[in-house]
């Protein structure tokens, strides 16, 4: 477990040093999960750098997060908690009929964003993307794909979108949901799925390993030291990228919120937290307060419209 009993941040926006006391770090899904490796990850880098000394991650998984998320929200008016969310939280509001919103909570910052990966075990007999679609294509039924997250959240949408652009029936896609990349991991390296897609983060250290091989980035660009095509390159024509971001509870007080985002304007800034972009393949995409809050709205309403177009939502 990464206790904060001490956080010292500067505000530089106001020239004031802000004091954080207790953080506890909540991760909405199991262990291994993208959003679990973010939280860790920051944790590490606040304390590399000087910023926080033991802080509590901890995890509270169930329904694509939105357990969690109903958690945050109850704990009105507490400065001392944040949750680790992104893209998947945002549509399992949607699919999981969650009574509590992202727009009840307090957006702190937007950190990272990732292209996903499609990935297989070393001993699929996938080795092209060409391959796969081509087998999907002619029995969709028993080409089953694995995601971290819940129908809505980004694991799910990817090859959702994919589906569409090679003329596959939404309905006809054999989606198997997984509670995080960890829980995925198992069964795409047991071939119990046809195929993965998870973070590119979230599979490194295995991809780097020999044990997944990755057939496509679903990205704009290639991803450096990853041997794989995007799928714009191989003929699919999708681009989907995911991110991740911190919110705190609804009802914290004024400097309460701004000595969280001090925190993490912090954390931006320090040499650890870039050295974790480039070793985990993260793309910055930083911004804070207002700027979140209005990104979160954007994507709640961009998210819906996908959802129902794929026929997910009425």
């Avoid at 008016?77 to 969310?85: C, R, S, T, Y």
């Avoid at 971290?148 to 090859?159: I, K, Q, T, V």
């Avoid at 949901?177 to 995925?184: A, C, H, T, V």
């Avoid at 937290?273 to 709640?300: C, H, I, V």
Wanted: neutral net charge; proline residues 6%.
């Amino acid at each position: 477990m990464v206790a904060v009993t001490g956080v010292t941040a500067c505000n530089t926006a106001e020239s004031s040093s802000a004091k954080v006391t207790g953080l506890r770090l909540m991760v909405p899904n199991t262990p291994g999960g993208g959003y679990d490796v973010t939280a860790r990850t920051a944790a590490k880098a606040m304390e590399e750098a000087g910023l926080a000394r033991n802080v509590e991650v901890f995890n509270l998984p169930g329904a694509g997060g939105t357990v969690g998320l109903g958690r945050l929200v109850s704990e009105k008016g507490n400065g001392k908690l944040v949750m680790q969310m992104g893209l998947g939280v945002v549509g399992s509001v949607y699919t999981n009929k969650s009574p509590s919103t992202l727009q009840q909570t307090t957006p702190i910052a937007r950190l990272i964003e990732e292209p996903d990966i499609i990935v297989v075990s070393k001993s699929s007999k996938y080795t092209s993307i060409k391959q796969l679609v081509d087998a999907w294509k002619a029995d969709p039924g028993k080409v089953p794909v694995g995601g971290g997250s819940s129908p809505g959240g980004p694991d799910h949408l990817a090859p959702m979108l994919v589906a569409k652009a090679i003329g596959l029936a939404p309905k006809s896609v054999n989606y198997v949901p997984f509670d995080g990349g960890g829980e995925l991991l198992a069964s795409v390296l047991g071939d119990k799925v046809a195929f993965g897609v998870s973070g590119v983060g979230e599979y490194a250290d295995q991809v780097k390993a020999g044990e997944l091989r990755v057939l496509a980035v679903t990205g704009p660009q290639r991803v450096p030291g990853i041997d794989a095509p995007t799928l714009k390159e191989s003929g699919v024509d999708v681009e989907f990228t995911n991110w991740r971001g911190v919110v705190a509870p609804p009802g914290i007080s004024d400097k309460d919120r701004d000595a969280l985002v001090a925190l993490y304007t912090s954390l931006h800034s320090s040499t650890a937290w870039k050295d974790a972009l480039r070793k985990n393949g993260w793309q910055d995409a930083f911004s804070t307060g207002g700027d979140f809050a209005k990104f979160l709205q954007q994507e709640n309403d961009r998210v819906g419209l996908v959802l129902k177009d794929l026929g997910l939502t009425a």
